[in-house]
């Protein structure tokens, strides 16, 4: 079992950053791959980034390539999501979710463990 929180949300200015955490506990968070995800009230989950258990393997959407970085410290049990230059458009509640191997990371119903959600509001 992991238990995932997240961090970091809030309001912001386009152009702004933000920088978002995921805190793990319970047993063996370095096994697992760490994805974020965001959604829109009324609308899907949308995938955003995701991070082998190593952090030797990344992988992002493209509206967020060049702007948004995912890395981890598993000494701390905790992933990251640096978000540079954001937009209207990014506004969302943002979830870190666990899986155990790095295949498929951008579908939502493959990941074991999700965090409660944290609200990124970005203002034109």
């Known amino acids: 079992q992991v238990q995932l929180v997240e961090s970091g949300g809030g309001l912001v200015q386009a152009g702004g950053s933000l920088k978002l955490s995921c805190t793990a506990s319970?047993?063996?968070?370095?096994?697992?791959?760490l994805g974020w995800f965001r959604q829109v009230t009324g609308k899907e989950r949308e995938f955003v980034a995701a991070?082998?258990?190593?952090?030797?393997?990344?992988y992002y959407a493209d509206s967020v390539k060049g702007r948004f970085t995912i890395s981890r410290d598993n000494a701390k049990n905790t992933g990251y999501l640096q978000m540079n230059n954001l937009k209207p458009e990014d506004t969302a509640d943002y979830y870190c979710?666990?899986?155990?191997?790095?295949?498929?990371?951008?579908?939502?119903?493959?990941?074991?463990?999700w965090g409660q959600g944290t609200r990124v509001t970005v203002s034109s």
């Open positions: 991070i082998s258990w190593s952090g030797g393997s990344t």
């Open positions: 319970g047993r063996s968070f370095r096994r697992y791959t």
């Open positions: 979710a666990a899986r155990l191997d790095f295949v498929s990371v951008t579908t939502s119903r493959t990941y074991d463990y």
